[in-house]
């Protein structure tokens, strides 16, 4: 952890909310990525190129952006239940929250009807964004809300100067003031997500074990691609985490392939499709308030301990 103390000016006070749990997914047993070796080794497919990323520059927060243009295959989930994981240990973490439907918030235990200022203003007048964070239900951990108000800014920045720099300016002066910033994005490849991209020194990238998962990865790499010669040529991928897993046969194929294709940046373990992650939002609380000792619990604990690794927060 860095060492400058954080005041925790204009963040308001907690709101956890209750609200009606209405998943219905069903949890599965163990299949954990050791086991997994000796499945299918890709054979087809032309190499993807996925750059390693940098270590953080000394003196403030790891920027990392959870991105997947694909739809529901844990990004939400992850950003929630690493950035609590993380502040649980005691380091001070901002979730940046850039996705509309604003899930973030729900699961931080924020009622979005009460926050005045988001990420949209963090974009649009980046001298808010002190004022923008907010308190959530895990103590260090921070949060710029995503909501409804972020639909249309894609179109709205598009008359603006230096469009793909404004999350970078806007989150400058608050780095130096955490360990970790998460940003959480829509699943798009669009003008915030390139925001999100620019700013950030990492990328994660969760990955559902289900077919089509390294077509979907290409698309991104050509992202990351194009952004880093245009316009962050240090980022790279901090890792990618294997989402919603279970013991099926594709499952076990598709990791056996991205173990295969990515063997340093697969981060062990695979994130076990588990009902208690589902259910936790519906409480307002990351799963280590909601249950611990779930799969899903232990899995995104074992998760953060090799991310803490891998970020150098533990030296
Ligand atoms: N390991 C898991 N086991 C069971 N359910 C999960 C798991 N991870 C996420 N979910 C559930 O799957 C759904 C999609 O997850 P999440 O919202 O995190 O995905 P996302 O990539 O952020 O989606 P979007 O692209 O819409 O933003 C949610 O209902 C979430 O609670
Ligand atoms: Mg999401």
Redesign the pocket.
Known sequence: MSGSGYEGGGADSPIVIDVEFT?T?E?EGMAPLDSIDEFSKAESGTPMDLPHSLPTPDGRARVVTVT?Q???????????NIGAQLALRGYRVLVVDS?S?G?CATGLGVDKSKVRTTTRDLILSPETAVDSRHATAVEGLHIIVGDRSLIGLEQEMLRQLGRERRMKDALKPLLPHYDVVLI????SLGLVTINALVASDGILI?VQTEYFALEGLALLAGTIREVRGLLNGDIGVDGILL???SKTLLNQQVAGELLEAFPELVVNPA?????R?????SHGVPIHLHDPSSP?GK?YQEITTALERRWGLDR
Do not use: C, S, W
């Not at 694909?70 to 929630?80: D, E, L, Q, S």
């Not at 959480?184 to 699943?187: R, V, Y």
């Not at 992650?277 to 939002?281: G, K, V």
């Open positions: 998943e997914e949890a997947n694909k739809g529901g295959v844990g990004k939400t989930t992850t950003v929630i996705d439907q899930n959480d994005t829509p699943p969760p989402t919603m897993h994130i076990r499709r588990n009902v992650l589902a259910e936790a939002p899903g899995d």
